[in-house]
């Protein structure tokens, strides 16, 4: 099955999320567990409607949605103030993801601000080690970054090294989500060499731990280290290399979740035109 989903806004509550990925012919989705960029908190969810989406999904055989954490948390900053609030609202927000048992939870590492990558590592570590828990349902992911200025995250050899510090009863629920978009402007050749870098995910982390794609095309040249991602086939990674992304044996059996540029009706375009390309 190829399981393709794009990222949705919470308007309109969890049903209505599945309710509309269903509309495009998606078979998952993505979602913000609370406002990207700050501001106005989320209010809290409805248990009946998040029963409701459970129930959606239940019946119509979707893949669990995966939750992103926005982008104002920092795990690694500077500030102690801004780790605890990362750690408490992705614990809370992690103990909330029980209710939709077989979640991915996605985020981004950070940024060490100067303190230096094996600083940031180590705060990293430190932070899964208090919001991860035995017999939790839900996997954890990293996601491979771009390498704006201080990130972690830009090599698969720094996302090794959080995992390898973090408690090893508790490695079991940590992953990796690969952003397509991220991992062309960190250098890697996903574009020409599709296989040599899953073969250097799988030296470097182990391939089992790749758990998810962001699948997304790039407005920048590959190692530019900027971020910015553009629709699919219309950006520096191209189709081509986008068709062989879907059909990799060692990616496609896993979910793969849009982050163009798009509104609902784009998205649903994207997919009708993965789907015809999925071998």
Known sequence: MFII??????????????????????????????????????????????????????????????????????????????????????????????NLPGSLYNFH???????GVEAGIDFIASMLDKVLWK???????LET?????????????????????VDPGLREYLGVCLDTCHVSDAGYDIIGDPDGVLREF????????????????????PGSHKDRHAKIGEGSIGLEAITRIINHPMLKHLPF?????NDLAGYGEEIALLKTLRE
């Open 5 to 98: 989903g794009c990222h949705l806004s919470t308007e309109g509550g969890y049903r209505s999320m599945g309710e509309r990925i269903l509309s495009v012919g998606g078979r998952s989705f993505q979602y913000f567990t609370k406002n990207p960029k700050g501001g106005k908190q989320n209010k809290p969810a409805d248990p009946e409607d998040v029963a409701a989406l459970l129930a959606l999904i239940q019946e119509n055989g979707l893949t669990m949605p995966l939750a992103h954490a926005p982008y104002t948390y920092n795990p690694c900053s500077k500030d102690e103030g801004v780790r605890q609030y990362s750690c408490d609202s992705m614990h809370g927000e992690l103990e909330f993801l029980e």
């Open 109 to 115: 590492p950070g940024c060490h601000v100067g303190q």
């Open 135 to 141: 017999g939790m349902q839900t996997t954890v992911l």
């Open 145 to 165: 970054m771009a390498g704006k200025g201080t990130e972690i995250g830009r090599s698969f050899e720094e996302l090794a090294a959080v995992m390898e510090r």
């Open 202 to 221: 799988d030296r470097c982390i182990g391939i089992d731990r790749l758990r998810a794609v962001h699948l997304n095309d790039s407005a920048n040249p």
């Open 257 to 261: 979740y849009l982050e163009t540029p």
